[in-house]
């Protein structure tokens, strides 16, 4: 079996400080990708990172980055220089060799100005 | 590519009544999923296909809720007779399979079951 724990319900943020929230997960599988998703009050589920099990090096897109410790099984996600659009719900997210994904109970973040 | 789109984007309807959920995947993709949304639960993984087959509904609440995939260009999700507990959204999602760079959602149906 599968899961994926998100421990904080929800933080908060003073824009352009940085934040991170935490994931961790279980999976008897050696080969899997984690993923954060992003759900605005709109709901619409962005996906705003990937990373793959076999590769050592975190994965990095602009202000998003993460810190993947495979042998503790946990994939933090750090949010730099936050912006009040980064405000919403985020989702950690494993899926394992046959497709299917399976999601954190989420972090609600909030940016304040 | 217009994405992955659901319709209705809401939709209200009493209990008893039949409620049909329907979505078109990314052109290309063969792997189709939904998802229920709700506070209390999250998201759950309800039904995924691959190749318009059903490869694992272990997540569908019971018998009053069936999902088909007739081509890869669409599927539907339909409760009958609905209830109140089924209030919730309803996800589709696609990718293709062993490329991994993740689902890509649509915008969900937010259904009220009154």
């Known amino acids: 079996a599968q899961t994926v724990t998100q421990s904080q319900p929800e933080m908060s943020v003073q824009e352009a400080e940085t934040v991170t929230l935490s994931c961790t997960y279980d999976?008897?599988?050696?080969?899997?990708?984690l993923f954060w998703y992003k759900q605005p009050p709109s709901r619409q589920m962005i996906l705003v990172i990937r990373q793959e099990a076999y590769k050592q090096q975190n994965a990095t897109e602009n202000r998003f980055s993460v810190n993947f410790q495979k042998a503790a099984k946990s994939f933090s996600l750090k949010i730099s220089d936050s912006q009040l659009g980064d405000t919403a719900m985020y989702f950690c997210a494993l899926v394992r060799w046959d497709n299917d994904m399976r999601f954190g109970a989420g972090t609600r973040l909030t940016v304040k100005p | 590519d217009a994405g992955v789109i659901q319709s209705p984007r809401h939709e209200v309807t009493e209990m008893g009544q039949e409620v049909t959920l329907r979505c078109k995947p990314i052109?290309?993709?063969?792997?189709l999923f939904w998802y229920r949304q709700t506070m209390m639960r999250g998201l759950e993984l309800l039904i995924y296909f691959n190749n318009n087959v059903p490869i694992d509904d272990s997540g569908m609440p019971e018998d009053r809720f069936s999902a088909k995939m007739p081509n890869a260009s669409f599927s539907t999700l339909k409760i009958q007779p609905s209830e109140p507990r089924d209030s919730a959204v309803y996800f589709c999602?696609?990718?293709?399979?062993?490329?991994?760079?993740?689902?890509?959602f649509g915008s969900g149906t937010r259904l009220t079951v009154v």
């Open positions: 052109s290309g993709h063969n792997s």
């Open positions: 999976t008897s599988e050696s080969n899997y990708y």
């Open positions: 999602a696609s990718s293709l399979t062993g490329d991994r760079v993740g689902y890509t």
